[in-house]
């Protein structure tokens, strides 16, 4: 077995190098948040193994025994990895999205419908980001001074007109790369510790996914550490504003 690579000690020192003038209590404070960090880093580790195993084919019940846990336990925490197994069925698929995500992936649906597409595509996605302009991920695009009309001409596409109608459920099923690009969205959720599914983590999950779309994105000047960076400063933002009564 490979050396644990890190050690309390490593840890002890990080915390006490957090700040060059410190005391206990200020010490343990800085490892309360230090802790909080790696709380949520093993539970990304976690859920990355669980959504491998299951990707494998294993079952719940073998991937709770091989975590020591019941079937029922792993399954509430890790089911929503499971929300998108069929995209186009009439299930619950989505539940763990936010209204304006859920909005997002419909007008998506609607844009690929508006140019007869056969597919939803991952392209569709990025682009239906720009009809929630006060979500996260717009909000994310042009504070990157990504323009309506960049992202629009980056892809090809533009937007349907406001009276298109919505297509019937599985009439423009998802491509590949677009269900790709959502389970890399579910993803990036659990790398940032959320329990919800935001537009800015379709974004991310569309720049992860290293697919055409993603490679669109990236030229544009997206990197996944500079976009995860605006989500978080984005995030703590928009609490700032909700404590201050600020309007959003």
């Known amino acids: ?37 790696i709380d949520e880093q093993s539970d990304a580790l976690i859920g990355y193994f669980v959504d491998q195993a299951r990707r494998a ?28 197994a069929d995209f186009d069925s009439d299930a619950k698929p989505f539940s763990r999205f936010t209204e304006r995500a859920r909005h997002v992936v419909q007008f998506a649906r609607v844009t690929a419908a508006a ?8 392209d569709h996605l990025a682009v239906a980001l720009l009809s929630e ?25 533009s937007l349907p007109p406001d009276d298109a109608a919505a297509p019937e459920r599985g009439k423009v099923p998802f491509s590949d790369d677009a269900k790709s690009s959502l389970r890399e969205a579910l993803k990036a959720a659990l790398r940032l510790g959320h ?7 379709i974004l ?14 990236a030229g544009l000047g997206l990197t996944i550490p500079g976009l995860e960076t605006a989500v978080k400063r984005e995030l ?13």
Not at 21 to 32: I, K, Q, R
């Open 115 to 122: 140019v007869a597409a056969e597919h939803t595509t991952a």
């Open 57 to 84: 084919g294993a079952p719940w019940s073998e991937i709770g025994a091989s975590m020591g846990v019941s079937k029922q336990a792993v399954q509430k925490r890790f089911v929503a990895r499971d929300d998108l």
């Open 195 to 201: 329990n919800y599914i935001g537009t800015e983590h």
């Open 236 to 248: 703590d933002e928009l609490v700032r504003r909700q404590k201050t009564d600020e309007p959003l």
């Open 1 to 37: 077995m490979a050396e644990f690579p890190i050690s309390l000690d490593n840890l002890i020192t990080y915390v006490r190098s957090m700040h060059a003038t410190s005391g206990p209590l200020e010490n343990l404070t800085d490892a309360v948040q230090v802790a909080a960090s």
């Open 204 to 217: 991310l999950g569309i720049l992860r996914d290293e697919r055409e779309a993603g490679t669109k994105l």
């Open 133 to 157: 302009p006060q979500a996260v991920a717009a909000r994310v695009l042009y504070g990157a001074n990504i323009t309506d009309a960049q992202l629009l001409a980056a892809f090809g596409l």
